[in-house]
């Protein structure tokens, strides 16, 4: 089974500083990590890897010079990579964002590439007598879901469904050997409109940090006193 995963880079800390004009997050002023969703999508292709001795190949966006930070019309450019590369029974990804949390990208994906799309799994296992077909569980509050899906599909991955292997120092080496194919817009063959903020899907209109208010009120008594007091207070806030 052939697998590609779409991975994002996200801020490391929440620390960061938003552009006045664009209203987006300003990222090359904080370090990037792997989105932590995007390491449970990683860990769910690698189990199928072993399991059907396929291939895991990781998709990510960005400029040339690999830095932090990361172009809009995401899913778009990502579609368009994949059908470069070659075909894959399954597209995994995390399917929120430590960011931007929107959730938009693998079914933006999936709708570029039509094809059947589940979204935020628990897991997906492959039978060998269902052929052409994965299995996959959903969550729903307190019910869990087992979807049998036609591939190829799209697949989004919830974060903290399982345990991502950490990199051992052989990994590490293994993958520098590993070959590493960029795309630009020239392979891709896109209008200059279609692309970057331009090209972008959704806007942000404005931002802005939202006003806190908290007050701390210290209570005496005893515990029938106590008692009354707290209930007098919520029945207060109630009535604001």
Sequence with gaps: MNIAVLIKQVPVSNDVSVDPETHALVRASSEGMIN????????????????????????????????????????????????????FDLILGGALSADGATGQVAAMVAEELNLPHVVEIQSVKYKEDQAGKVEVVKKMHDTSFRISCATPAV???????????????????????????????????????????????TVTVDSFQPETKRSAKMLTGTPAELAKQLYDLIEEEKGK
């Design 36 to 87: 932590p969703a995007d390491l449970n999508a990683i860990e769910e292709a690698m189990q199928l890897k072993e399991q059907t001795d396929g291939k895991v190949v990781v998709f990510t966006m960005g400029p040339p010079d690999a830095e932090k930070a990361l172009r809009d019309a995401m899913a778009l450019v990502l579609a368009k990579a994949i059908q470069l590369y070659g075909e």
């Design 155 to 201: 697949l989004s991955v919830n974060f903290g469904c399982n345990e991502p292997r950490l990199a051992t120092l052989r990994s590490k080496r293994a993958a520098k050997s590993k070959p590493l194919v960029t795309y630009t817009n020239a392979e891709l063959g896109f209008a200059a409109e279609e692309i970057g903020i331009k090209g972008s899907p």
